[in-house]
C-alpha cells in the first residue's frame, strides 16, 4: 500500500531556468514529510517531480532519478500516466470537476481504471468519502455537483478522490492555504489518520502545521531570486524545530527571514 | 500620489460635467431612440406586407407546396422552403460541429505552439472568404466532384430512402448542406478553439494528477467545460447556415417540391427563394416574399432559444469554483 520514495541528484527546469537543483533525500512510508521554505524555493516543483506532473508545464525537464521502492519513476519505458495513478495529488487550490456530481467525482479516477461495476463503485465512493471524513456530510446529496460545497468540503472531496484509487503515496501541495482554520484542522486531522495507510508528502507555509502534522520535515532555501532551489536539510520534525543542524533553517523557522 | 489622484480627476470631471456629459447624453439617447424607431418601422412594415399577402393566399401558407405568388389569384406556400432550409441547415451542422470541435481541440491542446498559431489563423482566414466565393467554388467544384461519393451512397446506403441517386448534377440539398458545413465551420472552429483555450488549468491538472491520458484530461474537463461553447457555436453556424442566400442560390437547382431522397435536385431555402425571386416579384409576389422571410426570422429565434434552454439546464454545473 504505501511505497518509499527514494530520491537522487534530482534536478528540474523550466526551459533553461533551473528551479531545483541535486536534491536527494528519502521519504519513508507511512509517515509524513513536511517541505517548507520560503516562496520560488521550489517545494512545489520538486513536489511535482515526484508524480511526474512536472513535465506537463512547457519547457518542464527532469535530471536525476526517483525511486519508488524499487521502480524507477523516470526509467525508459515508464509511463507518467501510470506514475500518476500511484501517486495522487491534492492541489493548492480545490479542483472538484464542477461539472461532475460529489459521486462522480470520486469515481472519476476508477472510470479511468476500467469498468468498475456500479456496487463496487458505490463501496469505493462510500468507503473514499469516510476517509476522508466527508461522507456525513455529503451522503444524502451524491448526485448534487460537487462545486457547490464549501471550500474545506471540496479540498475533502479532492482527497477522497486521490484516495479512491489506493495510490501508494499521495502529494499535498499546500492543501489548506485556502481554507479558514476550522477546515484547516479538520484536513490536518484527517492526515493524522491517512498517513496509517499512505506516504504523505505535505507542502506547507504554516510552519506550526508542518510541526503539527508531520513526522520528518525538510527544509529547502534559495541563495537569491533566480538561483536554484536546494535541499538545506531533513531530519526528524521535533529535531528541525527543537535543534536543527544548519543555522539557515534556525533562522527561517524562528522568523528571522521567509 | 496614487490618492491624491481622484480627487484631481474628480475636480476636472466636475467641470466638463455640465455640457459635455449632457450633450453626450443627449446623443445617447436620442441616438438610442432612433434606433429603436427605425427598427419599429421596419418590423411594422414587413408584419403589414406579409399580412396583405397572406390575407391573398389562396392556398395554406404554412403547408402548401406551391409559390405562385405572382398570379392572380396568388397560390404560395412555405412547406417546400421550410423544408429545405431547416434539412439542409441541420445537415450542414451535423457535418462541421464534429470537425470544427476536433479542429479546435487540436489546436488548443494537440498541436505544438509552432503549428497552433498559423492553422488558427488560415482558419481566421477562412471565416472572412466572402460566401459568393464559397457558392462559386460549390458550383464549379464541389458539383462535379461529388457525383462519385453519390454514386457511392446510393450503392450502400440508397435502401434508406433518403440517399437514393439516378445521375445528373449534383445540385441536391445535400449538397448545399455539405457546402454550408464548409461555410460555418471556420466560425465554430474559432469560438470553440477560444472557449477551449479558457478551459480551466486547474481542472485539467486535476485530471492529470489522476493519470488520465490527454483525451480523458479533454472528455474530464475540457469538454465539460467547453460544453455551453459549443452550443452557443453550433447555433451561431446554424444561424449562418439558416440565412444563407448565395452559396445556396449558386449550387442549388431550386424546384418546389419535397423529394423523399436528399441527393436528388430540387427543393429551396427561405434565402435562396428570396433572392431568385425578388426581381422578378410583381407586388403580392414580393409580398409573399417578405412573409416567407418573416417565417426564417421566426425560426432563428426559436433556434437561439432552444439553445439559450440547452445552456441554462446545464448552469448549475458550470463550474462556479473555477
Ligand atoms: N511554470 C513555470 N514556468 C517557469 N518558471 C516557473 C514555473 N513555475 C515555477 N517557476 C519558478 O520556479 C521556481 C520555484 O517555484 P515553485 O516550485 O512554485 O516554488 P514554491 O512552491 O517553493 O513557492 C520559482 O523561481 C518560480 O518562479
Ligand atoms: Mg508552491
Redesign the pocket.
Known amino acids: 500500500m504505501a511505497k518509499r520514495i527514494d530520491v537522487s541528484g534530482l534536478s528540474a527546469y ?2 533553461s ?1 533551473r ?2 537543483d541535486d536534491i536527494s533525500m528519502t521519504v519513508e512510508p507511512r509517515s509524513v514529510t513536511a517541505f517548507i ?10 513536489l511535482r517531480t515526484l508524480n511526474r506532473m512536472h513535465e506537463v ?4 525537464r527532469v535530471e536525476g532519478k526517483v525511486m519508488l521502492d524499487d521502480e524507477d519513476l523516470y526509467g525508459p519505458g515508464v509511463d507518467p500516466v501510470s506514475v500518476r495513478r500511484t501517486v495522487g495529488m491534492v492541489f493548492q487550490r480545490p479542483n472538484p470537476f464542477p461539472t461532475m456530481s460529489i459521486y462522480e467525482n470520486v469515481a472519476a479516477g476508477l472510470r479511468l481504471n476500467g469498468d468498475h461495476r456500479k456496487k463496487d463503485l458505490d463501496e469505493i465512493v462510500e468507503r473514499s468519502l469516510k476517509g476522508a471524513n466527508l461522507w456525513n456530510e455529503v451522503k444524502d446529496r451524491l448526485n448534487r455537483p460537487g462545486s457547490g460545497l464549501s471550500g474545506g468540503q471540496q479540498q475533502r472531496l479532492c482527497i477522497a478522490r486521490a484516495i479512491a484509487v489506493e495510490p501508494q503515496v499521495l502529494l499535498m ?1 499546500e492543501p489548506c492555504s485556502a481554507l479558514d482554520p476550522i477546515s484547516t484542522l479538520a484536513i490536518e486531522d484527517l492526515i493524522g489518520e491517512l498517513k496509517s495507510r499512505f506516504t504523505i508528502v505535505i ?1 506547507t507555509h504554516n510552519m506550526q502545521q508542518a510541526a503539527r502534522v508531520s513526522d520528518r520535515t525538510a527544509f ?1 532555501n534559495l541563495a537569491e ?2 538561483a536554484p ?1 536546494k535541499l538545506v536539510e531533513i531530519d526528524d520534525t521535533e529535531r528541525i524545530f527543537s535543534n536543527p543542524t544548519v543555522q539557515a533553517t534556525e533562522d527561517y523557522i524562528s522568523g528571522r527571514f521567509g | 500620489m496614487a490618492t491624491e489622484t481622484p480627487p484631481a480627476t474628480a475636480a476636472s470631471a466636475k467641470g466638463a460635467t455640465r455640457k459635455g456629459d449632457r450633450i453626450f447624453l443627449g446623443l445617447s439617447r436620442g441616438s438610442g431612440i432612433t434606433l429603436l424607431a427605425i427598427m419599429a418601422a421596419i418590423a411594422v412594415f414587413l408584419t403589414w406586407r406579409a399580412a396583405l399577402a397572406i390575407g391573398a393566399d389562396e392556398a395554406n401558407f404554412l403547408t402548401s407546396f406551391e409559390w405562385d405568388a405572382n398570379a392572380d389569384p396568388p397560390r404560395f406556400g412555405i412547406a417546400v422552403l421550410a423544408f429545405g432550409t431547416v434539412v439542409s441547415s441541420v445537415l450542414a451542422m451535423v457535418l462541421a460541429v464534429p470537425v470544427a470541435v476536433g479542429i479546435a481541440l487540436f489546436i488548443s491542446h494537440y498541436a505544438p505552439r509552432k503549428l497552433a498559431a498559423p492553422l488558427g489563423y488560415v482558419i481566421d482566414l477562412l471565416a472572412a472568404v466572402p460566401s459568393i466565393v464559397y457558392g462559386l467554388w460549390g458550383a464549379l467544384f464541389l458539383v462535379p466532384h461529388l457525383t462519385g461519393l453519390y454514386t457511392w451512397m446510393d450503392t450502400y446506403l440508397g435502401w434508406t430512402g433518403l440517399f437514393t441517386y439516378h445521375g445528373g448534377a449534383a445540385r441536391s440539398l445535400f449538397t448545399v448542406g455539405i457546402l454550408l458545413a464548409i461555410m460555418i465551420l471556420p466560425i465554430v472552429t474559432n469560438v470553440s478553439r477560444e472557449v477551449f483555450r479558457q478551459s480551466p488549468k486547474m481542472q485539467e491538472e486535476a485530471a492529470l494528477a489522476l493519470g488520465a491520458t490527454r483525451w480523458e484530461v479533454i472528455r474530464m474537463s475540457v469538454l465539460p467545460f467547453g460544453r455551453s461553447g459549443v452550443i452557443s457555436a453550433s447555433m451561431l453556424g446554424l444561424g449562418r447556415a439558416l440565412g444563407e442566400t448565395m452559396a445556396v442560390a449558386t449550387v442549388l437547382s431550386p424546384s418546389f417540391l419535397i423529394k423523399a431522397s436528399l441527393l436528388e435536385p430540387g427543393g429551396g431555402t427561405f434565402a435562396q427563394n428570396i433572392a431568385a425571386g425578388f426581381k422578378e416579384a410583381g407586388s403580392t409576389g414580393r409580398d409573399a416574399l417578405i412573409a416567407s422571410g418573416l417565417v426564417l426570422f421566426v425560426i432563428t429565434l426559436l433556434v437561439n432559444g432552444a439553445a439559450r434552454l440547452i445552456i441554462a439546464r446545464r448552469k448549475e454545473y458550470s463550474g462556479a469554483n473555477a
Open positions: 523550466y526551459g531556468f528551479a531545483i521554505g520560503p516562496s520560488g524555493c521550489g517545494k512545489s516543483t520538486f508545464t512547457n519547457g518542464g501541495d507542502v529547502f531570486v533566480g532551489g
